[in-house]
């Protein structure tokens, strides 16, 4: 990524410069769009000015003369990058989403955001370790899926907000003003075929451009470090983190494709079918904007860029050093309740009686909180829901609860386990 001299290479350069020209095109064609369809000379101008300093950014990286990325910058993003902060903006940025939607779906503020994110990308491509991560062949996918979900999820809460407002003005949803009708054939075919060529036109260009990331055959001599599992299981190797394999790996995935093929029984609400709706359907939305993307996307993202050699935390700048050794003492429930509340030894304990503390919070989480929200919180879902829909519902949220609750304990109590039974291999 650099020469003998320390400067940016030419084709690190060039490969930059050519991002900046694409995302200067993509600001050309958003200032046409507000001159020639919203008629607004303001957004026009500052649009241009923006496609005018991508374009010097191009210039000055296609000439190679651009500049590396601040120092004190890749410092204060590592230094923010725990993992800590990184889960816990996370959820602040999703409940900002979620309760600013009406602004952050404006197309011009969508857009601010999505230019400050790419101009930071290019920025931060300059440094060696964030470009040869990113430039990985099978991290390429995670890529494209952050910006995927990204677009996807504001297109809909965009169609929520506008729909909402229809309702608040006594109007039909968009979806119901659409009367049209589609035939199979020839409409639907065509559109069908038009896309599958297109389809299988990027795949071939992908096969061409990215080398496909084989590796040596599986041998127990050599094994990678760090060792990962396909993208799409990274959220479940996360969980590993924080749970014994046999509740990541088995029960957690059991109740996550239980509980989406439960859904349709257990909704009560009967608006929001066929269109889109938030103030409708606020919880249903949220919960499940909730698990997907702060639950999956978000972990699968950090288990691709942020997880290194030993599956220690590394920030996005920080070289992969595989003998970097971080201190973590794993304490269990048991040891905080009998050695530091009692200063009792456990070890002639009996299994029953020295996991009395952590058996008593999981039965107050599994079965005294139900009821409780029942009560209270929950009160008109219990009432339209019946007692075994409900509880059904509460039993889902819980064990996905479960996840950031155990991740809060890990990170702020080093607690690894509330219950720990090595004898019978049974441990929460």
Request: proline share 6%; aromatic share 18%; with cysteine.
């Amino acid at each position: 990524m650099y020469d003998s001299h320390g400067h940016l290479s030419n084709s690190l350069q060039t490969g930059i410069g050519l991002f900046y020209f694409l995302v200067t095109l993509m600001n050309v064609g958003f200032a046409a769009y507000q001159h020639f369809e919203r008629k607004d000379k303001l957004q026009t101008m500052i649009w241009s000015f923006v496609a005018g300093v991508f374009f010097l950014h191009s210039a000055a990286y296609l000439a190679r003369m651009g500049w590396p990325i601040f120092p004190p910058l890749e410092h204060a993003v590592n230094f923010v990058m725990n993992p800590v902060s990184y889960f816990v903006l996370a959820v602040i940025g999703f409940s900002k989403l979620i309760f600013f939607r009406r602004i952050a779906t404006e197309p011009v503020v969508a857009w601010s955001i999505l230019m400050g994110t790419l101009w930071f990308g290019g920025l931060a491509m300059t440094n060696g370790n964030f470009s040869a991560i990113i430039t990985k062949p099978d991290n390429v996918p995670i890529v494209m899926l952050i910006f995927s979900v990204g677009f996807l999820t504001w297109l809909a809460l965009r169609k929520m907000v506008i729909n909402d407002a229809r309702l608040d003005r006594g109007e039909p949803p968009h979806e119901k003003t659409l009367e049209e009708k589609v035939l199979v054939w020839p409409d639907l075919v065509y559109t069908e075929l038009i896309a599958m060529v297109i389809c299988t036109l990027i795949l071939i260009v992908w096969a061409i451009v990215l080398k496909a990331p084989l590796e040596q055959p599986a041998s127990s001599a050599r094994i990678p470090n760090p060792s990962k599992a396909p993208w799409y299981f990274l959220g479940l190797q996360e969980m590993l983190v924080y749970f014994d394999p046999w509740m990541a790996g088995v029960v957690l995935p059991t109740f996550i494709v239980k509980g989406l093929m439960a859904l349709p029984y257990i909704d009560f609400n009967q608006k929001g079918n066929g269109y889109y709706t938030f103030k409708e359907r606020k919880f249903a939305i949220t919960t499940f904007l909730f698990g997907f993307i702060v639950l999956w996307c978000v972990l699968i993202v950090l288990g691709t860029f942020l997880r290194g050699p030993n599956w220690n935390f590394f920030g996005p700048f920080e070289a992969w050093d595989p003998h970097k050794n971080v201190p973590l003492n794993n304490v269990n429930l048991s040891d905080y309740f009998w050695l530091m509340g009692f200063g009792s030894s456990i070890e002639s304990k009996h299994w029953l009686i020295r996991e009395l503390p952590g058996l008593f919070f999981v039965f107050v989480y599994l079965a005294v909180i139900p009821p409780v929200l029942a009560k209270t919180v929950m009160r008109g879902f219990f009432i339209r829901m019946g007692f075994v829909r409900f509880m059904i519902l509460v039993t889902l949220i819980q064990f996905m609860a479960s996840l950031p609750i155990k991740m809060v304990l890990r990170w702020v109590l080093n607690l690894k386990y509330i219950v720990f039974i090595p004898e019978y291999f049974f441990n929460i």
